[in-house]
């Protein structure tokens, strides 16, 4: 199957600080990206959806200044956690979608993100 | 506003056993169902899909049923085992967006 590898797997950062997070689409395409979020025991929260060569659209409650989402390339999309506070604390999570049909959605393996 | 319900309280089972999760929805009208599984800390792995034309549909010791009338999915993982511990997502679909349920809790006993 299609494969997308996220980078880095966890970080830790100070409050006030940015961190950016990559994700791949390693063998495939993909020109629509999806950003989730998730808490503990919670489900996956869709915050935006990244558009290569366009703006993301974001979610609604989402702050788009807060959560900055680059796709400037077709196996490429960052995330970027901007003045990151302790409750942005979370499991960051991108899938892209199968390249042959809108169907099957392929995950990346995840960021955990602690802010201190 | 769509929702969608998965079993909060965790399912413990015995090797060997059939576990059965379930999905309900509500204000929604998916196109096709899918069912992933989702381990500690890492993203979810697609397991089967099933569209809104299908009744059943099955892969190895999977089985995944829609019902469209009831709005609810059932997902069967017979003859199980230890390694099929893990967190089950049920995930709605019906343009572009993929809308998740909140996951139960599988723990296989040996």
């Known amino acids: 199957g299609a494969v997308v590898s996220q980078h880095p797997s966890w970080v830790i950062c100070k409050s006030g600080t940015s961190v950016k997070i990559e994700c791949r689409s390693l063998?495939?395409?993909?020109?629509?990206m999806f950003w989730y979020r998730q808490f503990p025991k919670q489900s996956l929260m869709l915050m935006a959806t990244?558009?290569?060569?366009?703006?993301?659209?974001?979610e609604q409650g989402v702050e788009k200044d807060k959560f900055l989402i680059n796709h400037a390339s077709l196996t490429l999309s960052t995330l970027t956690v901007t003045s990151a506070h302790p409750e942005d604390s979370s499991f960051y999570i991108c899938?892209?979608?199968?390249?042959?049909?809108?169907?099957?959605?392929?995950f990346g393996q995840g960021t955990r993100l602690t802010v201190v | 506003s769509q929702k969608i319900e998965q079993n909060s309280e965790a399912l413990n089972i015995q090797e060997g056993k059939t576990a059965t999760l379930t999905c309900n929805y509500t204000?929604?009208?998916?196109?096709?169902l899918q069912w992933y599984r989702q381990d500690p800390g890492r993203g979810p792995v697609f397991l089967l899909l099933?569209?809104?034309?299908?009744k059943e549909k099955r892969k190895e010791r999977l089985k995944v049923t829609f019902d469209t009338t009831l709005k609810q999915s059932l997902f069967h993982i017979t003859a199980s085992q230890p390694a099929d511990s893990a967190t089950y997502l049920c995930?709605?679909?019906?343009?572009?967006?993929?809308?998740f349920g909140a996951g139960t809790r599988l723990f296989v006993k040996a």
């Open positions: 995930a709605l679909a019906g343009g572009f967006k993929t809308i």
């Open positions: 899938s892209a979608r199968a390249p042959r049909g809108n169907t099957e959605a392929f």
């Open positions: 063998d495939f395409q993909a020109t629509t």
């Open positions: 990244s558009n290569e060569g366009s703006k993301a659209t974001y």
């Open positions: 204000n929604y009208s998916p196109a096709y």
């Open positions: 099933i569209r809104e034309n299908e």
